[in-house]
Each structure stands twice: as C-alpha cells, then as structure tokens.
Nanobody, 121 residues
Framework: HVQLVESGGGLVQAGGSLRLSCAAS????????MGWYRQAPGKQRELVAT???????IYADSVKGRFTISRDNGKNTVYLQMNSLKPEDTSVYYC???????????????WGQGTQVTVSS
C-alpha cells in the first residue's frame, strides 16, 4: 500500500513564501517522476512542476522563476519551494508520483490528498 503525504500548505500574504513537502511511503521499488499539480475552484487540475529521478525538471510558465522543485531520492520526498507568491497561486496543491512496486511492474500513478495554499492580496 503506497501513500503520498503532503505538508506545508497554509495562508500567506502576496510576495511571501511557502515550502511544500510530499513523502511517499509503502512498498516502493522505485520512483521515476514526482511532481506537483494544483486545482483552483471551478478550474481543471494543472501541472505546476515535475522532476525525474535524474533531476530533470519541467515548470509551468506561470511559476517559472518563482517556484523550485527538488527531491530527496533517499527519503522518497519531493519539495516545492514557492517564492513571490501571488493571489492567483491560490489552489489546492496535489503531489503526484510515478511509482514502481516491483522491478518488473509498470509505473503506477499515485496522488496525495492535497494541501491548501491561500495567498492573500
């Protein structure tokens, strides 16, 4: 049984910073891609940033230069450092990971429960 547990959300003023963390636990053989998505009320879930096991990253244009994704492979943990936050960054942020349970299995898609980030103007 695999779990992704997020932490670090909260309320912050515009221009402030937050750091999100997401730890994967359970019977895990390996994790390829880890990432963060977000979903605001009435909107579709959208990509924020992803990072592979070799540290290749992808960012949404809206967060480039402000957010930084990183990971600790030894701890199966991914982080999202969010600086210069804007009110439009307000969303529920979801952790996502592509996880192999055994050497021979395909990678499965796993999601955290979400953490609320609210940026006040």
């Amino acid at each position: 049984h695999v779990q992704l547990v997020e932490s670090g959300g909260g309320l912050v003023q515009a221009g402030g910073s937050l750091r999100l963390s997401c730890a994967a636990s359970g019977s895990i053989f390996s994790i390829n891609r880890m990432g963060w998505y977000r979903q605001a009320p009435g909107k579709q879930r959208e990509l924020v940033a992803t990072i592979t096991s070799s540290a290749s990253t992808i960012y949404a244009d809206s967060v480039k230069g402000r957010f930084t994704i990183s990971r600790d492979n030894g701890k199966n943990t991914v982080y999202l450092q969010m600086n210069s936050l804007k009110p439009e960054d307000t969303s529920v942020y979801y952790c996502n990971a592509e996880i192999k349970l055994t050497r021979w299995s395909y990678g499965g898609d796993y999601w955290g429960q979400g953490t609320q980030v609210t940026v006040s103007s």
